[in-house]
């Protein structure tokens, strides 16, 4: 029943656009109550972005089962689960990716999404780490990067309209957090040949600001 009201409501606003389309339209489309959309989806925001909950549920239970692997290495893949649920359907996804674009209150409600990743990929990372002094910060920051560089292999994807291969896309940005972040880098040995990114933002700067400088150094824009 959540796919098929998920179907139904991104069928109506692809025909009618996102804010025409109502809660009624929808579960009149997919011959259902309001009480059966409203069990699965709390808003309309919501059914754009069916498939989250789980996979944040699936990195969490990922995390968890990592053990002492490397932990810039362990969020990477973590990350990956994500591209995974993207590229496993490369036409919704890129559709969803142009809905979203065009409706302000989407793009909010992504931006909420992506900081709960963030959060669940410096949750781990902080266990790893140490949850004070610099340990936190560390993971806070690596966790931005992460989220920033798979944001970016992601995106570039979707604006092809899903062409081409999106894990070598996202494989080369978070290629670059492991050469910043990875156990080498912090060991002080020397990082591959290739472009590196210094990042320097003001003390006490928001974590939002963060982001969007890395994802800016990245090239996103």
């Keep these: 029943m959540r796919e098929v009201l998920a179907q139904a409501a991104f069928q109506l606003f692809l025909e009618r656009?996102?804010?025409?389309?109502?809660?009624?339209?929808i579960?009149?489309?997919a011959g259902v109550g309001r009480r059966s959309f409203f069990r699965y989806f709390p808003s309309k925001e919501d059914a754009v972005f069916p498939d989250h909950e789980r996979c944040l549920a699936d990195m969490t239970a990922f995390l968890a089962t990592v053990g002492d692997a490397?932990?810039?290495?362990?969020?990477?893949?973590a990350?990956?689960?994500v591209l995974r649920m993207y590229s496993d359907n490369p036409?919704?996804?890129?559709?969803?990716?142009?809905l979203t674009r065009e409706v302000p209150g989407l793009r909010t409600y992504e931006l909420s999404v992506v900081r709960r990743y963030e959060q669940t990929l410096a949750g781990y990372l902080r266990d790893r780490y140490g949850a004070s002094?610099?340990?936190a910060l560390r993971a806070e920051v690596i966790a931005a990067s992460v989220v920033a560089a798979h944001?970016?292999?992601l995106r570039t994807w979707l604006r092809s309209g899903g062409e081409g291969d999106a894990e070598a896309a996202v494989d080369h940005t978070l290629g670059l957090v492991r050469q910043v972040w990875g156990s080498a880098a912090a060991g002080g040995a020397p990082a591959p040949d290739g472009d590196v990114v210094v990042m320097v933002a003001a003390k006490g700067a928001p974590m939002w600001r963060v982001v969007q400088q890395i994802e800016s150094a990245l090239g996103q824009g």
């Excluded at 932990?71 to 893949?77: K, R």
């Design 17 to 25: 656009g996102f804010e025409q389309t109502t809660v009624d339209d």
């Design 27 to 29: 579960v009149a489309r």
């Design 70 to 77: 490397e932990p810039v290495d362990a969020v990477c893949d």
């Design 79 to 81: 990350a990956r689960l």
């Design 91 to 98: 036409e919704f996804s890129v559709q969803r990716y142009r």
């Design 133 to 135: 002094g610099d340990g």
């Design 151 to 153: 944001n970016n292999g």
